[in-house]
């Protein structure tokens, strides 16, 4: 499975959108964008993925780029309850997770 | 939705004692069952796959004879800590992929192990 690079923290005021960044520059064609998030001492929450076309839930929303190289989560009202950490992960459908180091987003008051 | 419970949420055992860790899907029909570890400041890192009725694939490094594994059925699945020590000490997660759907694992909201 392709590598990705975040951003190891973010900060966000509370009621802003969070925006995530990932990149993931050896992406391949048959590979998804999968985003998990992890509270603190909890098991991963599935958030939402896609292969190449922007998609959207009552969660977040995915936009991944034209050349596939990057994507951006965007939470469009943070919370306080969305502090965690955030995993970018690509993977071939059927296969398994592997997590990286994610990103810590912080939402403050 | 897709739940996944584990059982129990934390555990206390003494050095050399075996603990059983359950992961049930409870709406759902869960072919395929993973086992992750992670310990603290670290993220999860995969320990199995766990498929229904058939023997648990093991990652590099994993110890199949002290992580006993057990998928009985499509809801169920049990990781067993044989000889726990102290080292074994950690938050361990199953995951579950719906049957025919293998696309997006569903987790479980984690085990945490401690060994005196």
């Known amino acids: 499975d392709a590598k990705t690079t975040q951003p190891t923290s973010m900060d966000c005021a509370e009621g802003r959108a969070a925006n995530l960044p990932c990149n993931h520059s050896?992406?391949?064609?048959?590979?998804?964008v999968y985003w998990y998030r992890q509270i603190h001492s909890q098991g991963p929450q599935y958030i939402i993925h896609?292969?190449?076309n922007n998609e959207t839930n009552e969660m977040a929303s995915l936009i991944i780029t034209e050349d596939r190289k990057s994507s951006t989560l965007i939470l469009p009202h943070a919370t306080l309850r969305d502090t965690a950490v955030y995993y970018c992960?690509?993977?071939?459908?059927?296969?398994?997770?592997?997590f990286g180091k994610g990103t810590m987003l912080l939402v403050s008051p | 939705g897709a739940v996944v419970s584990q059982h129990p949420s934390w555990v206390i055992c003494k050095s050399g004692t075996s603990v059983k860790i359950e992961c049930r899907s409870l709406?759902?029909?869960?072919?395929?069952m993973f086992w992750y570890r992670q310990f603290p400041k670290q993220s999860l890192m995969l320990m199995a796959t766990?498929?229904?009725?058939?023997?648990?694939?093991?990652e590099q490094g994993v110890e199949k004879d002290k992580f006993l594994i057990n998928h009985a059925s499509l809801t169920l699945s049990t990781l067993t800590v044989t000889s726990a020590h102290p080292e074994d000490s950690s938050f361990y997660i199953c995951?579950?992929?719906?049957?025919?759907?293998?696309?997006?694992?569903?987790f479980g909201p984690g085990t945490r192990l401690l060994v005196l």
């Open positions: 992960i690509v993977r071939v459908a059927w296969s398994t997770l592997t």
């Open positions: 050896t992406i391949s064609g048959n590979e998804y």
């Open positions: 896609g292969l190449k």
């Open positions: 766990s498929n229904e009725g058939s023997k648990a694939t093991y």
């Open positions: 995951s579950a992929t719906k049957t025919g759907i293998q696309e997006t694992q569903y």
């Open positions: 709406d759902f029909q869960a072919t395929t």
